[in-house]
C-alpha cells in the first residue's frame, strides 16, 4: 500500500520560512517524478514545484527564487523548502508521485501552510 504522508505545514508570519516533508513508503519512489501542489480556498490547484528522477527542478513563476524542491532518495523523501513567505501563499499543500510528467498516480494528504501576521 502506497502512503505518502506530508510534514512541517503551518502558521508562520510573512517573510518567514517553512520546510515541508514527504515520506514515501511502499513504493519505488527513486522512479517516480514529484511534484508539490497547492489549492488555496476558492481557488483551482496548482503544481508549484516538481523534481525528476534524475533532479531536475521546475518552478512555477510565482514561486521561483523562494522556494526549493530536493529529494533524498535514500530516505524516499522529498522536501520543499519555502522561504520569504507571502500570504498568497496560503494553502493546502500536496506532494505527489508520478511514473510520468504532471501525472500523478498517488496523492498525500495534504498540509495546511498559513501565511499571516
Known amino acids: 500500500q502506497v502512503q505518502l504522508v506530508e510534514s512541517g505545514g503551518g502558521l508562520v508570519q510573512p517573510g518567514g520560512s517553512l520546510r515541508l516533508s514527504c515520506a514515501a513508503s511502499?513504493?519505488?519512489?527513486?522512479?517516480?517524478?514529484v511534484g508539490w501542489y497547492r489549492q488555496a480556498p476558492g481557488k483551482q490547484r496548482e503544481v508549484v514545484a516538481s523534481?525528476?528522477?534524475?533532479?531536475?527542478?521546475n518552478y512555477a513563476d510565482s514561486v521561483k527564487g523562494r522556494f526549493t524542491i530536493s529529494r533524498d532518495n535514500a530516505k524516499n523523501t522529498v522536501y520543499l523548502q519555502m522561504n520569504s513567505l507571502k500570504p498568497e501563499d496560503t494553502a493546502v499543500y500536496y506532494c505527489?508521485?508520478?511514473?510520468?510528467?504532471?501525472?500523478?498516480?498517488?496523492w498525500g494528504q495534504g498540509t495546511q501552510v498559513t501565511v499571516s501576521s
Open positions: 523534481i525528476t528522477r534524475s533532479g531536475d527542478t
Open positions: 511502499g513504493v519505488a519512489f527513486s522512479i517516480y517524478f
Open positions: 505527489t508521485l508520478g511514473l510520468y510528467y504532471y501525472t500523478p498516480d498517488y
